[in-house]
């Protein structure tokens, strides 16, 4: 049985894991990284059956590798299937990037050249994996720092094109678009703005870091002002989607996390009051 | 052969008793210098696993091959930890 | 270009310092950073995340060679041995070794061995959770099958032994006062040390072992029988099983 994932939640991270365990905490849902409980019998997945009887739960992976031109990783497909199967989470997510090639894996989100040749061949992949976990996948678009010679398009564009061939979903990260709005000098509103309202299904925000010559995705900080108002703007756009704090540097204490999680909750009353 | 057997009789016994007894208490436990989950977690890493969350801080590009340097940690106050030791074969 | 063309110059570049112009070909350069900036930040990038992945495997040997210098390692590391799966807790058991092997590490090859026990730490740890047997069913086993009686440790016990003070020396990197615990300036590096780690529920131990344990958990781990274990340990026996049934350290038993 899976519980209704609605409001806002945060990313379970093992600082907090003990805590969450023990007491019951007004968590509205949380979405663990599932690259981190795929050790079969393990001591995490222990951890993660026993927080599943207790909380919703959505799985958020980052190792589908879903841009390479590699062979899709079969076992690894099939540990996040059995997990699925197990814990049955609201919904599944990864990355529309790549993050391993010709064998060797990065265990980094990089960003694909936009183009006709790439939609053709990630949204094959995607419908691959979705056959395979016989479910609807929900891909994320990554912050990135750099642009292809070889791009023909926007990112939105691009995005739109791979789920409707894929025909899968969205989990928007608004902080990400609005570090690759900065990066790349493009509208962030013209990206919320093309994005077909029906496909999301979940939001991420978290905090970046200002390197001088460019922002970059830490997961550091709190959520900037800037990407508060950019979520504002994607609540009006898209309703009252399930949202997630994401914090995975200089994690703080459950209640910052959750003070933050009770914010994006406050916005979205705010807005569609 | 069969002081073997008076062995594996008394093992037998000694098995059926450590079971009926138990594991050692907590409080054993703890006198005999045991970590628990605290450290543990150390191993369970997050960031690994979540893309760019820890694209390294205050990472350096450092050039592969051009870097060695004596080590300067805790290795510096372990006697003999540093000098130079037999080489044994 | 195809994609995974573009994809063999990229990554080449991110484990390639001196590969980086190929990549940055295929890059904009725009705004602050021109191309091989930007390809620059992905190779940080990767690198970062192995570098603090390594530190969280590795916390007492990061200490033992300094911030600095661990950080170099890492990246030299991560450059000569990239990952090639997707499951990151698989990464990093070379990394001993490496460090086994490294130039300026030759007079110190005791820490190798320190990145050797940290490493089975992370092995216990990720090993299969298992419960003990009901050892009251040995009761059940007739004469024949004693014969071929086999005791089992835990998938995630690990035995280690070490020329040096392994042990010791993690230990004295450790927040927590213990009985055993010395300071690093009192302690005897070269002392032989047998350590046995293992992992009982959500805790994970680690214990020194006097020379007959190790030898006779060794024994088991290579599933001797109970006769032979007999034959080697004689009176020991009994003593040794029984402490290591109240530990946790056999969790069952099987006839072969």
């Known amino acids: 049985m899976s519980h209704p994932v609605k409001g806002c939640g945060i990313g379970l991270r093992f600082q907090h894991i003990d805590t969450i365990v023990d007491s019951n905490q007004p968590i509205p849902w949380l979405e663990i990284l599932t690259d981190n409980y795929l050790l079969p019998g393990s001591v995490q997945q222990d951890y993660l059956f026993e927080i599943a009887e207790h909380y919703p739960l959505t799985f958020h992976g980052v190792g589908m590798s879903l841009g ?55 949204s094959q992949r995607i419908s691959q994996v979705q056959d395979s976990l016989e479910r609807r996948l929900v891909i994320e678009n990554v912050s990135s720092y750099l642009q292809y010679q070889q791009s023909a398009m926007s990112e939105w564009d691009f995005l739109c094109a791979v789920v409707e061939a894929a025909d899968c979903d969205i989990l928007l990260d608004v902080n990400n678009i609005y570090v690759s709005a900065c990066n790349h000098d493009f509208d962030p509103l013209a990206y919320l703005n093309a994005i077909p309202v029906q496909r999301v299904r979940e939001i991420h925000l978290a905090g970046y870091e200002d390197r001088g010559t460019h922002l970059l995705d830490t997961h550091g900080y709190p959520v900037s002002d800037a990407v508060w108002a950019l979520y504002a703007q994607a609540i009006q756009r898209f309703g009252a989607v399930p949202t997630l704090i994401e914090w995975d540097n200089n994690v703080p204490e459950l209640p910052v996390l959750l003070a933050e999680a009770a914010k994006a909750a406050e916005v979205q009353a705010r807005v569609l009051a | ?78 006697t003999g930890g540093t000098v130079v030791e037999d080489k044994k074969g | 270009m195809s994609l995974p063309e573009l994809q063999h110059h990229f990554i080449t570049a991110i484990f390639n310092r001196d590969q980086r112009d190929a990549a940055a070909l295929l890059v904009k350069s725009h705004g602050k950073l021109d191309a091989a900036q930007r390809v620059g930040i992905y190779r940080n990038s990767v690198h970062g995340i192995l570098w603090q992945y390594l530190e969280s495997l590795y916390p007492v040997c990061q200490q033992l060679l300094g911030a600095e210098f661990f950080e170099a390692a ?87 032994t070490s020329a040096y003070a392994i042990h010791q020396v993690w230990l004295a990197h450790q927040p927590e006062d213990s009985p055993e615990k010395v300071a690093l300036e009192q302690l005897e590096l070269h002392q032989t040390q047998r350590v046995l780690v293992w992992r009982a529920g959500r805790r994970l131990h680690q214990v020194l072992l006097d020379e007959a344990t190790w030898a006779f958990l060794t024994a088991i781990q290579q599933a001797n029988r109970l006769p032979d274990l007999a034959e080697r340990f004689q009176a020991q026996l009994p003593a040794l099983l029984m402490t290591a049934v109240q530990r946790g350290w056999i969790l069952s038993f099987t006839v072969l």
């Open chain 2, 1 to 78: 052969m069969n002081m073997n057997k008076q062995v594996m009789a008394a093992a037998l016994m000694a098995l059926g008793m450590a079971a009926a007894s138990g594991t050692l208490s907590a409080g054993e436990e703890k006198m005999e210098m045991e970590k628990c989950s605290g450290i543990v977690k150390a191993g369970m890493n997050d960031c690994g696993a979540n893309g760019h969350a820890c694209a390294g801080q205050s990472k350096a590009d450092n050039e592969a091959g051009e870097w060695i340097k004596v080590p300067k940690g805790t290795c510096e106050k372990i």
């Open chain 3, 74 to 160: 890492s990246d030299c590391y991560v450059d000569q041995q990239p990952p090639t799966r997707p499951f990151l807790a698989e990464y990093g058991a070379g990394f001993a070794d490496f460090l086994a092997a490294h130039p300026a590490l030759q007079q110190m090859l005791w820490i190798a061995d320190v990145a050797r026990l940290e490493w089975a730490r992370h092995q216990a740890w990720n090993a299969v959770n298992q419960a003990a047997a009901d050892f009251s069913q040995l009761a059940n086993v007739d004469a024949a099958q004693q014969a071929r009686l086999v005791l089992v440790l835990p998938a995630s016990a690990q035995l280690l």
């Open chain 1, 68 to 122: 390479s031109t590699d062979p899709l990783d079969t076992e690894y497909v099939s540990r996040v299937k059995a997990l699925v199967e197990r814990v049955n989470p609201a919904w599944v997510s990864d990355h529309l990037c790549w993050t391993s090639a010709h064998g060797v894996v990065t265990h980094d989100l990089i960003p694909l050249p936009y183009t006709e040749e790439t939609i053709r061949h990630v």
